[in-house]
């Protein structure tokens, strides 16, 4: 009868694996069940660091099995467990690997999923990773063509960026948010996304990139016909004219209340900044444009 010690059955699984002069092959397939069977004893014992290397040992094992969607699911439970422990380089690791067994098997959802759980498990401890895992997932499904699931991976890392103080990086994220939008037919998405970005400058007192970004994104028809583009004008006017009234007052529409809540946050906080000194320099620029215009 065989023993349910998990030492023991790792010590049999291993000894399976590992060529000696009586034996010429491993023997892949009982040791691959042995470990699996010592991981679900560590993990019932709570044995957490055991259990994530039995895992990765079960994993690898069905791997050589040829049965990588097997092999996927022992390697996120290893990656589980590597969460548990704080072990923030191996959760990326095993995510990525799990991630790849999956894509394998031609499975594109849970290949995107893996990375995203990853990227959940690492955006307090690690936020850069979370969001390198994010834009991965992002890519896989966007590479399948399945742009429509993707957004809420980008919401997730838009607002890692938000909460990183990364503004340019946040804004550059939901304008890509809007190009997947736009692939999909997603109108509403896509010009919100848009509004979400220019709004996200502005926080960052940067008009004269959210200007641009509003010339911008007014060259594409579904925009320059939406609510979104009709309530960025009002915005923008109003930082021309440097009125701060006007500007709370939009930050109130219905419009921006519509955003998501990330950005709705740094909508009700505008204006950021001496929006005086805003209306000066657009003054400026005018008259310097008119200046080269006479000349």
């Given at each position: 009868?065989?023993?349910?010690?998990?030492?023991?059955?790792?010590?049999?699984?291993?000894?399976?694996?590992k060529?000696?002069l009586?034996?010429?092959?491993?023997?892949?397939?009982?040791?691959?069940?042995l470990?699996?069977?010592?991981?679900?004893?560590?993990?019932a014992?709570?044995?957490?660091?055991?259990?994530?290397?039995?895992?990765?040992?079960a994993?690898?094992?069905q791997?050589?099995?040829s049965?990588?969607?097997?092999?996927?699911?022992h390697?996120?439970s290893?990656?589980?467990?590597a969460?548990?422990l704080?072990?923030?380089?191996e959760v990326?690791?095993?995510?990525?690997?799990?991630?790849?067994?999956?894509?394998?098997?031609?499975?594109?959802?849970?290949?995107?999923?893996?990375l995203a759980?990853?990227?959940?498990?690492?955006?307090?401890?690690?936020?850069?990773?979370?969001?390198?895992?994010?834009?991965?997932?992002?890519?896989?499904?966007?590479?399948?063509?399945?742009e429509?699931?993707?957004?809420?991976?980008?919401?997730?890392?838009?607002?890692?960026?938000?909460?990183?103080?990364?503004?340019?990086?946040?804004?550059?994220?939901?304008?890509?948010?809007?190009?997947?939008?736009?692939?999909?037919?997603?109108?509403?998405?896509?010009c919100?996304?848009?509004?979400s970005?220019?709004?996200v400058?502005?926080?960052?007192?940067?008009?004269?990139?959210?200007?641009?970004?509003?010339?911008?994104?007014?060259?594409?028809?579904?925009?320059?016909?939406?609510?979104q583009?009709r309530?960025?004008?009002?915005?923008?006017?109003?930082?021309r004219?440097g009125?701060?009234?006007?500007?709370?007052?939009?930050?109130?529409?219905?419009?921006?209340?519509?955003?998501?809540?990330?950005?709705?946050?740094?909508?009700?906080?505008?204006?950021?900044?001496d929006?005086?000194?805003?209306?000066?320099?657009v003054?400026?620029?005018?008259?310097?444009?008119?200046?080269?215009?006479?000349?």
């Amino acid at each position: 009868m065989a023993t349910s010690n998990p030492d023991k059955l790792i010590a049999k699984a291993d000894k399976l694996t590992k060529l000696s002069l009586t034996r010429w092959s491993a023997d892949w397939k009982s040791a691959t069940l042995l470990y699996e069977q010592a991981a679900n004893g560590y993990r019932a014992a709570k044995d957490i660091e055991k259990a994530k290397e039995a895992f990765e040992k079960a994993s690898k094992g069905q791997e050589i099995l040829s049965s990588p969607w097997d092999a996927a699911k022992h390697m996120e439970s290893a990656a589980a467990f590597a969460k548990e422990l704080g072990k923030w380089s191996e959760v990326a690791d095993l995510y990525r690997k799990a991630s790849e067994l999956y894509m394998e098997c031609g499975r594109s959802q849970p290949a995107s999923d893996a990375l995203a759980k990853g990227a959940r498990a690492l955006e307090d401890a690690v936020p850069d990773d979370a969001i390198a895992l994010y834009t991965e997932s992002c890519n896989i499904l966007e590479e399948d063509g399945k742009e429509q699931m993707t957004f809420d991976l980008y919401r997730a890392a838009t607002n890692v960026y938000i909460k990183l103080e990364k503004y340019t990086d946040a804004a550059a994220f939901l304008l890509r948010w809007g190009l997947a939008a736009d692939k999909c037919n997603a109108t509403n998405s896509q010009c919100k996304a848009y509004l979400s970005a220019i709004i996200v400058y502005l926080y960052a007192h940067d008009f004269q990139q959210a200007d641009k970004c509003y010339n911008d994104c007014s060259q594409i028809d579904a925009f320059l016909k939406s609510d979104q583009n009709r309530c960025v004008s009002k915005l923008l006017s109003a930082y021309r004219e440097g009125d701060i009234e006007e500007i709370q007052r939009v930050a109130q529409s219905s419009t921006i209340s519509n955003l998501d809540h990330m950005i709705i946050r740094l909508a009700r906080k505008l204006p950021t900044g001496d929006v005086s000194a805003m209306k000066t320099d657009v003054s400026e620029e005018q008259e310097e444009l008119d200046e080269n215009d006479l000349t």
